[in-house]
């Protein structure tokens, strides 16, 4: 018997990403994809035509729950994961539920019980967790082959450009905030996975009234300084800076499949993973643990629980924001 | 305390001087700002402030009459190739006319000069037609459109013809620092050329009074400032902040070549008749001829490693005069409010901020 699969929301990340998925998964015989909803006719309308032609367009979510699914994908704006996360659980289905994985520490609370409560899987979409690279990175820090960690620098960002369906994408209420809780979920998961418990010193942006296009946090993970730079503005090298005592790891988050590693002799290893790939792999193998663990499998999902640390942190970080010290925007006295 | 000004829209939010218009006639003068931008996504530095921002493309009449309604003033910062830079202005002053605004101020650039502008060029001077960028030609051919349209519609227009807009987030900045910590960087004949530079928040403040000062309709006005500093010494100003010396940038070559044919085509394909005898085409015609057009445009072209000079640098570099603002100094009172040191102090504070190693602020 096929999995069945229903999917909550047509915006960018569906459309980028979930949607050739499973529609290459439904071709090949590896699942069926049998509904389809957003609350925008026209927008459920193309991801029906496009991917699914046998979906059912669900107007109303209660129907997308109705029907006779073993997953519910909730990739729907994050104002509506909380609500949407705990009526499919409600309802018997497992949930792959996409980040952020809430807008505050006490809806995730509530999702991770119920998901408890109701014995069903509740994984959240760190789609970070499956890039080859991320893995090598991760092993190399927990296995302390390059001797204990001193910092961790990261820098992350550049000019918008998700194709995010409309303004209401930038606000507080629809999103939870701007650059940290876009990017902020996947970076802090990894940081929280490599290193351990985070502890957050300081957050710093530029919202003035509205959303941050520039954030800068100050964590400690035990002894180890942790520095993260996020923006929606201009144009550097992304990057991801882990110092040990003997060498020092590089890692591209747009690079799927390497890490550099320059060790204090001066010596560059680029270091590959098993297999090479793009992202759409990285969301390919998350799939697969998510339907792997339904079916009992021990495979390694980033369940609700774990996530919670992160929209912890997150909620934590907006709520003791600072005003980033940005002396460009003072006026002008000629 | 700030002044209550007209209502403005901001055509082309997203880009450098777009975004930087919203933040100061939001935070300094507190006047009422509507940013519009081509995607949702452009809209992610606007977002900061919470303002009715608007998604509309420059070449969509209705979407940007609805995000023009209600607005006195409208200003068309809109960056792009060539057929963006001609083929949004009349869009954008025909909504503009549709919603009711009194006055569009249009973005122009001092290129309609040219990179190199003889002695004495002023507003009054003719813009040559013999331009070799296909920007310079762009510009031109956008304001003479505006105009034409201005003559007979009810929406004043008014343009502006700024140089080197530099400041923070500015290309001739960050893509300056890039290039120089790429290796990319170089000077043509040391860079002795004079830089026809102005801070952005002077071009900010010339947008002001270009859309407030009464009796300027139908008008251009070139802006800049009272220093204009070699290319060298405006190259130095990045280095130096990147703890780098102006003496370890290359001095490049470059020979002045006839017209590839590629500008070749791009200059007869700008021409007034061309352009009349293309808007005669039928719609699917011309656009096919525009998708044909921009994918010839856009073939890789091989670029060998290391600094290398190209034709606009060229031109730059070997400027041997400015062209003359007075008539904004006359007509607008503009004067530059930014200071130079201060201008450059903002500016690598922001190179800082933006994750490039500065180590001399």
Same mark, same amino acid.
């Given at each position: 018997?096929?999995p069945s699969v229903v999917i909550s929301g047509?915006?960018?990340v569906v459309?980028?990403y979930y949607?050739?998925l499973l529609?290459?998964?439904?071709?090949?015989?590896?699942l069926?994809v049998?509904g389809?909803h957003?609350?925008?006719? +026209?927008?459920?309308? &193309?991801?029906?035509?496009?991917?699914?032609?046998?979906?059912?367009?669900?107007?109303?979510f209660t +129907?997308l729950v109705g029907l006779p699914a073993d997953l519910v994908i909730v990739a729907a704006p994050p104002a509506t994961h909380a609500a949407q996360v705990i009526e499919a659980l409600e309802a018997g289905r497992a949930v792959l539920c996409e980040k952020p994985m809430a807008l505050t520490g006490a809806e995730a609370e509530r999702m991770v019980v119920t998901a408890e409560r109701t014995r069903r899987l509740l994984a959240v979409a760190l789609v970070r967790r499956w890039?080859?690279?991320?893995?090598?990175?991760?092993?190399?820090? !927990?296995?302390?082959?390059?001797?204990?960690?001193?910092?961790?620098?990261?820098?992350?960002?550049?000019?918008?450009?998700?194709?995010?369906?409309?303004?209401?994408?930038?606000?507080?209420?629809?999103?939870g905030?701007?650059?940290?809780a876009?990017?902020g979920p996947h970076?802090l998961d990894l940081?929280h996975d490599?290193?351990?418990?985070?502890?957050?010193?300081?957050?710093?942006?530029? &919202?003035?009234?509205?959303?941050?296009?520039?954030?800068?946090? !100050?964590?400690?993970?035990?002894?180890?300084?942790?520095?993260?730079?996020?923006?929606?503005?201009?144009? !550097?090298?992304?990057?991801?800076?882990?110092?040990?005592?003997?060498?020092?790891?590089?890692?591209?988050?747009?690079?799927?499949?390497?890490?550099?590693?320059?060790?204090?002799?001066?010596? &560059?290893?680029?270091?590959?993973?098993?297999?090479?790939?793009?992202?759409? +792999?990285s969301f390919?193998a998350m799939l697969d643990a998510v339907l792997e663990r339904m079916a009992g499998c021990p495979s390694p999902v980033v369940e609700g629980r774990e996530a919670l640390t992160v929209v912890r942190l997150i909620e934590? &970080?907006?709520?003791?924001?600072?005003?980033?010290?940005?002396?460009?925007?003072?006026?002008?006295?000629? | 305390?700030?002044?209550?000004?007209?209502?403005?829209?901001?055509?082309?939010?997203?880009?450098?001087?777009?975004?930087?218009?919203?933040?100061?006639?939001?935070?300094?003068?507190?006047?009422?700002?509507?940013?519009?931008?081509?995607?949702?996504?452009?809209?992610?530095?606007?977002?900061?402030?919470?303002?009715?921002? =608007?998604?509309?493309?420059?070449?969509?009449?209705? =979407?940007?009459?609805?995000?023009?309604? %209600?607005?006195?003033?409208?200003?068309?910062?809109?960056?792009? #190739?060539?057929?963006?830079?001609?083929?949004?202005?009349?869009?954008?002053?025909?909504?503009?006319?549709?919603?009711?605004?009194?006055?569009?101020?249009?973005?122009?650039?001092?290129?309609?000069?040219?990179?190199?502008?003889?002695?004495?060029? #002023?507003?009054?001077?003719?813009?040559?037609?013999?331009?070799?960028?296909?920007?310079?030609?762009?510009?031109?051919?956008?304001?003479?459109?505006?105009?034409?349209?201005?003559?007979?519609?009810?929406?004043?227009?008014?343009?502006? /013809?700024?140089?080197?807009?530099?400041?923070?987030?500015?290309?001739?900045?960050?893509?300056?620092? #890039?290039?120089?910590?790429?290796?990319?960087? %170089?000077?043509?004949?040391?860079?002795?050329?004079?830089?026809?530079?102005?801070?952005?928040?002077?071009?900010?403040?010339?947008?002001?009074?270009?859309?407030?000062?009464?009796?300027?309709?139908?008008?251009?006005?070139?802006?800049?400032?009272?220093?204009?500093?070699?290319?060298?010494?405006?190259?130095?100003?990045?280095?130096?902040?990147?703890?780098?010396?102006?003496?370890?940038?290359?001095?490049?070559?470059?020979?002045?070549?006839?017209?590839?044919?590629?500008?070749?085509? #791009?200059?007869?394909?700008?021409?007034?008749?061309?352009? /009349?005898?293309?808007?005669?085409?039928?719609?699917?015609?011309?656009?096919?001829?525009?998708?044909?057009?921009?994918?010839?445009?856009?073939?890789?072209?091989?670029?060998?490693? %290391?600094?290398?000079?190209?034709?606009?640098?060229?031109?730059?570099? =070997?400027?041997?005069?400015?062209?003359?603002?007075?008539?904004? =100094?006359?007509?607008?009172?503009?004067?530059?409010?930014?200071?130079?040191?201060?201008?450059?102090?903002?500016?690598?504070?922001?190179?800082?901020?933006?994750?490039?190693?500065?180590?001399?602020?």
């Open positions: 018997m096929l047509c915006g960018a459309n980028e949607g050739p529609q290459r998964r439904e071709l090949d015989g590896q069926r049998i389809v957003d609350p925008s006719p +026209d927008r459920m309308r &193309a991801v029906v035509d496009r991917h699914f032609p046998s979906a059912r367009p669900c107007a109303v +129907d890039h080859p690279s991320s893995r090598i990175a991760r092993w190399i820090v !927990r296995s302390g082959l390059f001797g204990s960690v001193h910092s961790v620098d990261v820098f992350e960002g550049g000019p918008f450009r998700w194709p995010v369906s409309g303004p209401g994408y930038f606000t507080r209420s629809l999103s905030g701007g650059v940290l876009d990017l970076l940081l490599w290193l351990g418990e985070l502890e957050l010193l300081e957050m710093q942006d530029d &919202a003035m009234g509205g959303v941050e296009a520039n954030a800068l946090v !100050r964590l400690r993970a035990g002894n180890v300084p942790v520095v993260l730079r996020l923006t929606r503005d201009w144009e !550097r090298p992304n990057e991801i800076t882990v110092q040990f005592d003997q060498a020092m790891l590089r890692w591209r988050p747009d690079d799927i499949s390497h890490v550099t590693v320059t060790t204090r002799d001066g010596q &560059a290893l680029k270091l590959t993973g098993p297999e090479d790939g793009d992202f759409l +792999d390919g934590r &970080a907006y709520r003791d924001r600072l005003p980033m010290v940005m002396p460009w925007l003072e006026p002008a006295h000629g | 305390m700030a002044d209550l000004g007209p209502r403005i829209a901001v055509v082309g939010a997203g880009g450098f001087v777009g975004n930087r218009m919203v933040e100061v006639l939001n935070l300094d003068l507190r006047w009422p700002v509507r940013p519009v931008a081509r995607r949702a996504s452009g809209l992610a530095l606007a977002a900061r402030f919470a303002l009715d921002g =608007r998604v509309a493309n420059a070449m969509d009449h209705q =979407r940007l009459k609805e995000a023009l309604d %209600g607005c006195e003033v409208v200003v068309h910062a809109v960056a792009g #190739d060539s057929a963006t830079i001609i083929g949004s202005v009349e869009p954008v002053y025909t909504a503009a006319a549709a919603a009711g605004c009194r006055r569009l101020v249009y973005l122009s650039s001092a290129m309609v000069h040219g990179q190199s502008p003889t002695a004495g060029t #002023d507003e009054g001077s003719p813009l040559p037609r013999d331009q070799r960028l296909p920007y310079n030609l762009a510009k031109r051919e956008a304001e003479r459109r505006l105009f034409k349209l201005a003559e007979r519609g009810k929406v004043e227009a008014v343009a502006l /013809r700024p140089g080197i807009v530099w400041g923070p987030r500015s290309q001739w900045i960050g893509g300056l620092a #890039d290039a120089l910590l790429g290796g990319r960087a %170089g000077l043509v004949d040391a860079g002795r050329g004079v830089c026809n530079a102005i801070h952005v928040d002077n071009v900010v403040h010339a947008v002001r009074l270009a859309a407030t000062v009464p009796g300027v309709a139908g008008e251009a006005f070139l802006i800049g400032e009272h220093e204009t500093p070699s290319w060298r010494t405006f190259t130095a100003r990045v280095a130096t902040a990147l703890g780098m010396s102006i003496e370890a940038i290359p001095t490049l070559d470059f020979e002045q070549t006839p017209p590839t044919l590629q500008e070749r085509v #791009d200059g007869w394909r700008q021409s007034r008749s061309v352009q /009349r005898a293309l808007e005669s085409l039928p719609r699917p015609l011309r656009m096919g001829l525009a998708a044909a057009w921009a994918a010839s445009g856009a073939l890789p072209q091989a670029r060998p490693p %290391g600094p290398q000079a190209d034709l606009e640098m060229a031109l730059l570099h =070997r400027a041997t005069h400015v062209p003359n603002w007075e008539k904004a =100094r006359r007509v607008l009172g503009y004067e530059p409010i930014m200071p130079t040191d201060e201008g450059w102090r903002r500016t690598i504070a922001w190179l800082a901020f933006a994750g490039y190693p500065v180590t001399v602020t």
